[in-house]
């Protein structure tokens, strides 16, 4: 394969962003959903 | 009154799904198959791309790095879109959920430029012999990611949010404008960059062999920005009101 460091470059930087991000987002989530059924007993499922 | 009800009523529709409870019961059912979807979609999509779509006779195996930038540039101006499509919700209808998305898809949209200008350059290197040239499409895109810059850092920089929220909308939607300067740049100018493999009016120039990865791959990459932006509102939604409910609870308490 021609070329190969830098398409292995560019598909790691296409998975670890997208990842990155969602990992983020979904730990961001978590932490604001257990903190907002402390204090609001509507939110506890 | 018929001008004035006909106004109200594409407001009232946009903001039966202004509701908080009602948007995060919506995101909550759709949310899990959208990560899914993104999951699959782009395992399919890259693993196609890296290991089952054929060389280029041109450009060789480099080519296989349009799996990853062609679809991180469609989101870089379609997220652009949804961000000036946010602003203008807040300032022309005042939708209270719309602040806080355009405030989300800011920071993703800027991550996903970042990425098509990184791939975009890593791509270069062996194609152009160089990693940036100040040509028209790569300058008008590094313009739209420092527009995304401009939002982030706009909407955070007011003590009051609202006075930050209108700020960063005034921006985008004066922003827009790159968005078709970027999409025809090519056209107008004579560029390194090549021009559209894929457009709406015409018949791609991509071999199908090349273009069904590219597509679910692009599906890929689209479910997980959309999937990533709906998560982090959901968290603004629910720290938002984490923030109210511990202020009501400070007056009661004093």
Same mark, same amino acid.
């Given at each position: 394969m021609t070329h190969l460091p830098y398409i292995v470059a560019a598909y790691a930087l296409g998975v670890i962003v997208p990842a990155w991000l969602g990992i983020a987002a979904f730990l961001r989530m978590r932490d604001a959903g257990r903190r907002l059924a402390t204090i609001d007993p509507r939110h506890r499922k | 009154m018929e001008a004035n009800s006909s106004f109200g009523a594409p407001r009232r529709s946009l903001h039966r799904f202004a509701n908080p409870g009602r948007f995060l019961r919506l995101t909550g059912k759709i949310l899990p198959w959208l990560s899914f979807g993104a999951f699959f979609l782009l395992a399919v999509g890259l693993g196609w791309g890296f290991f089952g779509a054929p060389a280029d006779w041109q450009q060789g195996d480099a080519v296989r790095i349009m799996f990853v930038h062609v679809p991180a540039a469609q989101l870089a101006m379609g997220g652009y879109l949804a961000l000036a499509l946010c602003s203008l919700l807040s300032i022309?209808?005042?939708?209270?959920l719309a602040d806080l998305a355009a405030s989300e898809i800011s920071p993703v949209g800027a991550a996903f430029t970042g990425l098509c200008l990184a791939t975009g350059s890593i791509w270069g290197?062996?194609?152009?012999?160089? @990693? @940036?040239?100040?040509d028209a499409r790569l300058t008008s895109v590094l313009i739209l990611f420092f527009l995304y810059l401009g939002h982030v850092a706009l909407t955070r920089a007011f003590d009051d949010p609202e006075r930050g929220y209108r700020a960063g909308a005034i921006l985008s939607l004066v922003g827009v404008v790159n968005v078709p300067i970027i999409k025809f740049s090519v056209d107008w100018w004579n560029t390194l960059h090549q021009p559209a493999?894929?457009?709406?009016t015409g018949a791609p120039s991509l071999h199908v062999s090349l273009l069904l990865p590219l597509l679910v791959a692009s599906l890929g990459y689209a479910c997980a920005f959309a999937a990533i932006v709906i998560a982090r509102t959901r968290a603004a939604v629910m720290e938002r009101r984490v923030r109210a409910l511990l202020l009501t609870h400070a007056k009661e308490a004093a």
């Open positions: - | 022309v209808w005042r939708h209270p290197r062996p194609m152009w012999g160089t @990693w @940036w040239t100040w493999s894929i457009s709406l």
